[in-house]
């Protein structure tokens, strides 16, 4: 069956999302996510200008080929960008595939290894009791686990503050820069074992607990981090150290217990390697949709379920809902699957994209559509143009550049 149109949409129902449409010459049509925060563009070009007139013609149930033709036939491997323009790709022909053979796509991939996909939701607040209600918040509709995080005392902003402002991103006025934060490692390291301790004695010893560190620690401070959370038995610390140093979490391990996450910035297993097979860490966080799709993600939890690390995915709210349901799938069907990351999406979100996906109990399920369960109405849309948006960056308090 070939393809006889690739299109690239562009759009911000609250907040911007590049989405792939795959037609084949039977008119079906299969849908890619292909949104890099704050860099929407480069990819939407990659994909328009040098990747959509290599699709047309090409046989759409050839999945396998067309990955390699676009990884090995660039030249120029990996990064950001190129990984998920495939992804793109890759996950269009996943749902197209799933329209052809009338079978929902966790079903091609081996069909369901359990029952639903536990998902962690994000509760946060800018005081520890601001924090504790919105934690009820989140076991009363049922999640199984949640991410704690809580303002830093004496800092003007902390990541995974802000409300439910998915991806952190927001707009700048007319040539302004991205907004500037300031971080302290030492006032950071004083509040968060306060900060999980007041959660565990509110809620008790079962609810799973992750964090989110973004990237902000030295590997000796990581360790020293995770030594102070272990009394609290936490699901996971997430992305402790910048993640492309893969040979640091050696040092994190010498030094603690408490499980590792990180990957959600990595686009290939190459990225990974180290840290699977040295089992550095417990939890790999590649995406579908920044690592080379469903096919190239598929082979990063292969190699990690043979070294005993679980998957436990990115979901934020930059990821589209075509991505969302993506995960949910490849979570379905793997054998190692950990936990999923599902933070949902900014109104108006659901006049764009409808979704088969469903939560009961803290358990997320695909839907049983044949493909991804996911289409876009590009009448809506277009009544949402993009609109330019940055993460912040941040400072120490010297002036410094830090990680964000
Ligand atoms: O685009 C960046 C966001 O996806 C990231 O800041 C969110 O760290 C994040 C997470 O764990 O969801
Ligand atoms: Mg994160």
């Known amino acids: 069956m070939k393809i006889t149109a690739a299109d690239v949409i562009v759009t911000c129902p609250g907040r911007n999302y590049v989405t792939l449409k795959i037609t084949t010459e039977d008119g079906l049509v299969g849908w890619g996510d292909a949104t890099l925060n704050g860099r929407e563009l480069a990819v939407a070009s990659y994909l328009r200008d040098h990747v959509c007139p290599l699709l047309i013609g090409r046989n759409a149930t050839r999945i396998t080929d067309t990955w390699q033709y676009l990884y090995r036939g660039a030249y120029w491997r990996r990064g950001p960008v190129t990984m998920t323009a495939i992804a793109a790709v890759d996950v269009a022909l996943w749902d197209i595939l799933g329209k052809i053979s009338g079978l929902p796509v966790y079903r091609l991939l081996g069909g369901a290894a359990r029952e639903g996909v536990t998902v962690y939701g994000h509760a946060n607040g800018s005081t520890i009791e601001e924090l504790l209600t919105d934690v009820a918040h989140y076991r009363d509709q049922g999640y199984r686990a949640i991410r704690v995080q809580a303002a830093v005392p004496g800092l003007d902003s902390t990541y995974g503050i802000g409300g439910k402002s998915a991806g952190h991103t927001y707009e700048p006025a007319d040539g302004e820069q991205p907004t500037e934060n300031v971080w302290d490692t030492a006032a950071y390291l004083d509040f968060v074992p306060k900060m999980v301790a007041a959660v565990r004695d509110e809620f ?63 686009n290939s297993v190459y990225d990974c390697n180290q840290l699977i097979t040295e089992r550095l860490i417990d939890y790999i966080r590649t995406s579908v949709s920044h690592t080379g799709g469903i096919t190239h993600l598929r082979d990063v939890f292969a190699l990690a379920n043979v070294y005993g690390v679980r998957s436990g995915s990115h979901g934020a709210g930059d990821l589209s809902p075509v991505s969302f349901a993506s995960a949910l799938h490849l979570d379905m069907a793997i054998p190692n699957f950990g936990i999923q990351e599902y933070m949902g999406h900014l109104d108006p979100w659901r006049e764009v994209f409808s979704v088969g996906y469903t939560m009961h109990d803290g358990l997320m399920h695909p839907g049983d559509a044949p493909g991804l369960g996911v289409e876009l109405d590009e009448q809506a849309a277009a009544r949402y143009p993009y609109q330019p948006q940055y993460l912040p960056v941040n400072r120490l308090t010297d002036g410094s550049m830090w990680d964000w």
């Open 204 to 266: 008790g010893p079962t609810v799973r607990l992750l964090h989110d560190v973004h990237h902000r620690l030295s590997p000796i401070e990581a360790g020293q981090l995770g030594k102070s959370l272990e009394p609290y038995r936490m699901f996971w610390i997430e992305d402790s150290t910048p993640a492309e140093d893969q040979s640091a979490f050696r040092t994190i391990r010498q030094h603690t217990t408490t499980p590792l996450a990180v990957g959600e910035v990595f």
